[in-house]
């Protein structure tokens, strides 16, 4: 059973950078994309961006110039950046597997906030 | 970008009830087309995948059907369990989009 977990600061203050930790567990991610979305509080999913360890990436474009994934597969872990932050970038962040997201993490509130 | 348009945006509904939600793709995404269901503080839960492929799992109520630019999801008959928000999401581009979500509240 592949599961995932979003880790990171909590907080983050206005025009810093954000940066989440997905660990994946009971499989490899290696050999298909991962992807990360946010959710505003009592707002619709966003898509932030995919990624593959292969070196592939492919990010909303509303969010291209801010965000940056990776991956580690030592740690079997992927990451998201996201420079300049504001407090519209507020939300809880999901990490998922795939094109059609089969697995998700529980997601992790990120709050923009001086 | 691709522009995915659910409808309605709010479904009041009771047990027992056949309901339906379309989403509509600003162009063409095949079927490379999903549905999810989200509960409050929970995260999204796949339905249906490549338009019409029930995920393992998930109720043989829920149907998805269409192709290219429009789509629906068909629920037989609604569960108590059922009541949630229901998103569609096109994955046919590099660039994935969400639909805005459709509630489906308890009459």
């Known amino acids: 059973q592949v599961q995932l977990q979003e880790s990171g600061p909590g907080r983050v203050k206005p025009s810093e950078t954000l940066s989440l930790t997905c660990t994946v567990s009971?499989?490899?991610?290696?050999?298909?994309?991962w992807s990360w979305i946010r959710q505003p509080a009592g707002k619709g999913l966003e898509w932030i961006g995919r990624?593959?360890?292969?070196?592939?990436?492919y990010y909303n474009p509303s969010l291209k110039s801010r965000v940056t994934m990776s991956g580690d597969t030592s740690k079997n872990q992927f990451s998201l950046r996201l420079t300049s932050v504001t407090v519209a970038d507020t939300a809880v962040y999901y990490c998922?597997?795939?094109?059609?997201?089969?697995?998700w993490g529980q997601g992790t509130l990120v709050t923009v906030s001086s | 970008d691709i522009q995915m348009t659910q409808s309605p945006s709010t479904l009041s509904a009771s047990v027992g009830d056949r309901v339906t939600i379309t989403c509509r793709a600003s162009?063409?995404?095949?079927?490379?087309l999903a549905w999810y269901q989200q509960k409050p503080g929970k995260a999204p839960k796949l339905l249906i995948y490549?338009?019409?492929t029930l995920q393992t799992k998930v109720p043989s109520r829920f149907n998805g059907s269409g192709s290219g630019t429009e789509f629906t999801l068909t629920i037989s008959s609604l569960q108590p369990d059922d009541f949630a928000t229901y998103y569609c999401?096109?994955?046919?581009?590099?660039?994935?989009?969400f639909g805005q979500g459709t509630k489906l509240e308890i009459k």
């Open positions: 998922a597997r795939g094109g059609s997201h089969d697995y």
């Open positions: 009971g499989g490899s991610i290696s050999g298909t994309y």
């Open positions: 990624f593959s360890v292969s070196g592939s990436t």
């Open positions: 162009q063409s995404v095949s079927t490379w």
């Open positions: 490549d338009a019409s």
């Open positions: 999401q096109q994955y046919n581009t590099y660039s994935y989009t």
